[in-house]
């Protein structure tokens, strides 16, 4: 679907509007006509750009998509431009991966680090520092120490579950019993009615009360016991002592990387000299003397006199001196993950101590709880014991045999309805236990997933560098023959089977390179699932057919590609805008164009 997009006093731009037919758009001009001013206002209605016009105090972007209008104003104010309405991108992080790995105008900071020969892991993993990775591991593990507890008493009530079925279907069959019993004994029985009605109640309540002692004994005993486990298994935790583990870390760290680049700095220079002798292409560095028994040369690095054998004999100490390194690099890796295990082992042990220190408490608080309601309960029991035996005496064996009846009746009841509710309240938590299990599996999984976030984008980043860049390789006669990303994102290039300065490309061979980086973030960031928009601009270092090929390679990256073109290059298969009718700032005699049109 086409897209419409006004713009008024956006850079070079006073007002001007085109349509964006899906697939390439080229704005096609020569200087000063307001093609960077045009892809300004894309930025503009994207929310990443604020190129107000030199001299005006207000701007404006509207953008129709056909699913929704975007209508984005600037304003300045005492010289500092506001931006008002509701851009395209309506997150930081969204409008960050924009600004790196979609909008590739000339001032894109990955094509600028690569033009100046910067490291590019800043620029390149920029958006994570929006995604707060480490406080999401927080917030997910703390969800999934919640799930953890709840799960534990799912399981718990699912070992309870038989054990309370089988006493339900006990009390229901003793339950029927009593009552056909009192049934028989009423038949020959009447007499003190009210007598062996409190008779009963209180027997009932008495062994209610007894029931209840039990339960407290039981649960009390079961605490203390869980007590005494948490006690001792505090005592024996050893928490090692704090020590300045991450300083000493961080020194190993840097030890080791130093070691790892003297490594490949003396590698790049044992393969290069080892291929010059392997293929016997001395003569290409130096002039050979070709002796009786020998064959001299002068080297040609510090032009002294030597033979094939004594420059063997180099690389070989070489070679030694490279071994010797790795031995050193490996010695670090090792202190390193000592390092690591000791201070994890740290972090364990007083989180442990942490939980034991709370769950002791909790404990204990429990443990109070139970023995001053075990105490009322038994000053209950003995009350109750007083009265039942007054009343035992005020009724003869007949009677005293019904009211027994009754009691047990009624306590019978009482403990089947509290045994069928316990029942009932153990089933719906039992039953929550597989869904709180694959509920644990799945914060587990993404407590992993997030740990790895870094070096996952670090490692989709390097590998989308490696493709892209093969591919245009096969399209483009660069005279490089590679380059790659090294683990610290430094663009290491290769010319003529060794490693050559950026600033030898050409301007062209450096664009190239930019762009091809930007895409690799934004291969790796997903960024057209939010960024349906490739810009290009700058491109004025690129010949007429190289800039057609770039093209071609990038069309298919996003649904929109909008670039910037000169009459005199060759025609784009897809959409053309031309500036005829747009009023620009280069239009007014003798104006100061204020922002490049």
């Excluded at 995604?131 to 009530?157: C, G, P």
């Excluded at 002068?298 to 180099?314: A, P, V």
């Excluded at 096969?474 to 300065?501: C, I, K, N, W």
Aim: glycine share 4%; charged share 35%.
């Amino acid at each position: 679907m086409a897209w419409h997009l006004s713009i008024e006093n956006i850079a070079g731009i006073r007002r001007g509007e085109a349509d964006l037919e899906p697939g390439v758009n080229a704005v096609r001009a020569s200087n000063w006509q307001g093609k960077s001013s045009f892809l300004a206002g894309i930025e503009t209605a994207f929310g990443t750009a604020t190129p107000l016009t030199e001299g005006q105090q207000t701007g404006r972007v509207d953008l129709r998509t056909g699913e929704q209008d975007i209508a984005v104003e600037l304003t300045r104010s005492n010289g500092t431009i506001s931006r008002s309405g509701t851009p395209y991108l309506t997150t930081e992080y969204d409008r960050i991966c924009a600004s790196l790995f979609a909008f590739l105008d000339e001032d894109n900071e990955v094509r600028r680090a690569v033009r100046n020969g910067d490291n590019l892991a800043a620029v390149l993993t920029r958006p994570l520092d929006f995604e707060n990775i480490d406080e999401q591991i927080r917030d997910v593990r703390t969800e999934r120490e919640q799930v953890e507890r709840e799960l534990e008493r799912a399981r718990e009530a699912a070992d309870r579950l038989p054990q309370l079925q089988q006493r339900v279907t006990s009390l229901e069959s003793e339950l029927d019993s009593l009552r056909t019993e009192r049934t028989d004994l009423e038949m020959d029985t009447d007499g003190d009615a009210d007598a062996r009605a409190e008779l009963s109640e209180r027997r009932a309540e008495r062994d209610r009360v007894s029931d209840r002692i039990e339960r407290l004994e039981t649960t009390a005993e079961r605490i203390r016991e869980t007590l005494a486990e948490k006690r001792t298994e505090l005592d024996s935790l050893t928490v090692p002592s704090e020590t300045d583990i991450e300083s000493e870390l961080e020194a190993v760290h840097e030890k080791r990387r130093d070691v790892e680049r003297d490594l490949e700095l003396l590698q790049a220079v044992y393969e290069a000299n080892r291929r010059v002798l392997d293929e016997d292409r001395v003569q290409l560095l130096t002039d050979v003397s070709h002796d009786m028994l020998t064959d001299s040369v002068s080297c040609w690095l510090c032009g002294e006199e030597t033979t094939r054998d004594e420059m063997e004999s180099q690389l070989a100490a070489l070679d030694r001196q490279m071994g010797d390194l790795r031995t050193r690099a490996d010695t670090y890796r090792e202190q390193i993950a000592e390092l690591e295990e000791r201070r994890d082992e740290r972090r364990t042990a007083r989180r442990r101590e942490s939980d034991l220190t709370d769950r002791i408490a909790d404990l204990e608080s429990r443990l109070a709880e139970t023995e001053e309601s075990l105490e009322a309960a038994r000053e209950t029991r003995s009350e109750l014991e007083s009265r039942v035996d007054d009343l035992a005496a005020a009724v003869d064996t007949t009677r005293e045999q019904r009211t027994d009846l009754e009691s047990e009746i009624k306590y019978h009841e009482a403990e089947l309805a509290d045994v069928r509710e316990d029942l009932e309240t153990t089933e719906n938590r039992a039953d929550k236990r597989s869904m709180l299990e694959d509920e644990y599996e799945s914060l587990s999984d993404e407590i992993t997933s997030l740990r790895n976030r870094k070096d996952e984008i670090k490692r989709q980043v390097r590998e989308s560098f490696s493709t892209a860049l093969d591919d245009l390789l096969d399209r483009f006669d660069t005279g490089f023959e590679t380059a790659r990303l090294t683990s610290t994102f430094d663009l290491v290039v290769a010319r003529g089977g060794r490693e050559a300065q950026l600033d030898a490309l050409s301007e062209g061979e450096r664009e190239l390179l930019g762009i091809v980086a930007a895409l690799a973030g934004h291969e790796a960031f997903d960024v057209s699932d939010r960024v349906p928009v490739l810009l290009l601009d700058g491109l004025g270092g690129l010949a007429s057919d190289n800039l057609r090929i770039l093209v071609e390679y990038l069309r298919h990256r996003a649904p929109y590609l909008v670039l910037t073109a000169y009459p005199e290059h060759e025609w784009f298969d897809g959409h053309e805008l031309s500036p005829a009718d747009w009023d620009v700032v280069s239009h007014d005699a003798g104006a100061d164009a204020g922002a490049t049109p």
